[in-house]
């Protein structure tokens, strides 16, 4: 364990290049196109020949917070929720503008000793949101893009890091 300035730095997942390749594809994922928006077919939109819109990984978590705001003025303002959009929807996308900033609490619980018991919690909210998010995702019709996909496998290698290498630690042991 590395003790520094307050924070708890476990050896074991900082040193895991996993944990540093699921980090770099996170972070790499934000600057590709992440999501093709389909056109619109309503009557504003277009006719024939309209175009789709390709959104960036940080266009979408610039976009995605908004849910949660619409979803708090919902409970008090009920008439200000869009009437194409279904009541069950709006809590999956509110939850789905959740993901990035639990992958940084999540991250954050590894270094702040006093977060550490949240860990699991996190991990598991982080899974439900991103369900929530392909629910949506599929039900508007968006094409995932290459900036998904390494979003969310970084997402995966970082909440996956902690328990790889673990059993070759312990059958090294065993054969000592």
């Not at 040193?15 to 056109?39: H, K, N, Q, T, Y």
């Not at 919902?74 to 709006?90: G, K």
């Not at 959740?98 to 940084?104: E, K, Q, R």
């Amino acid at each position: 364990m590395i003790r520094s300035m307050g924070f708890n730095l476990p050896d074991g997942l900082f040193s895991r290049p996993i944990f540093w390749a699921g980090l770099i594809l996170f972070a790499s994922a934000f600057f590709l196109p992440a999501v093709r928006m389909p056109p619109s077919t309503g009557p504003s939109g277009g006719g024939p020949g309209s175009r789709s819109t390709d959104f960036l990984g940080w266009e979408c978590a610039e976009i995605t917070p908004i849910f949660t705001v619409r979803l708090l003025q919902s409970a008090f303002e009920p008439h200000r929720v869009p009437r194409d959009l279904p009541a069950w929807e709006l809590p999956l996308l509110a939850l789905s503008g959740w993901i990035s900033p639990l992958v940084f609490f999540y991250l954050l619980s590894w270094v702040v000793k006093e977060l550490s018991r949240f860990r699991r919690f996190l991990a598991g909210l982080i899974v439900l949101a991103l369900i929530a998010m392909w629910i949506v995702l599929t039900r508007e019709h968006f094409t995932l893009l290459l900036g998904h996909y390494l979003w969310v496998m970084g997402i995966v290698l970082m909440l996956t890091a902690p328990f790889v290498g673990q059993r070759s630690v312990v059958i090294r042991q065993e054969r000592l």
